[in-house]
Nanobody, 123 residues
Framework: QVQLVESGGELVQAGASLRLSCVVS????????MGWFRQAPGKEREFVAT????????FYADSVKGRFTISRDNAKNTVYLQMNSLKPEDTAVYYC????????????????WGQGTQVTVSS
């Protein structure tokens, strides 16, 4: 049974930084890419960032490019999302996800999901 558990979300002021973590337990056969998505109240879940198995390639939504950084430590089965210069519009529940194969920006391509961690940015 594969489980993803996110942590690190909290209430912060605009301009602050946060680092989210996602630990993967269980066994995913083969190489797998990781992604971060977020969902604000009343909105659909949207892509934030994704990273390949090797960590050599990363992709970001335009809204977070230059502010957020995705990384991973395969020895620890953990993926991170470093979020800098946070804005009130970044307020959402942040989900990590895993999929076998290459990185993807499409949520339908992901096989496994965490329960999410709340990030709230006050103005």
């Amino acid at each position: 049974q594969v489980q993803l558990v996110e942590s690190g979300g909290e209430l912060v002021q605009a301009g602050a930084s946060l680092r989210l973590s996602c630990v993967v337990s269980g066994r995913i056969f083969g190489n797998y890419a990781m992604g971060w998505f977020r969902q604000a109240p009343g909105k659909e879940r949207e892509f934030v960032a994704t990273i390949t198995w090797s960590g050599g390639n990363t992709f970001y939504a335009d809204s977070v490019k230059g502010r957020f950084t995705i990384s991973r430590d395969n020895a620890k089965n953990t993926v991170y999302l470093q979020m800098n210069s946070l804005k009130p519009e970044d307020t959402a529940v942040y989900y990590c996800a895993a999929r076998r194969g290459s990185a993807s920006m499409a949520r339908v391509n992901y096989d496994y999901w965490g329960q999410g961690t709340q990030v709230t940015v006050s103005s």
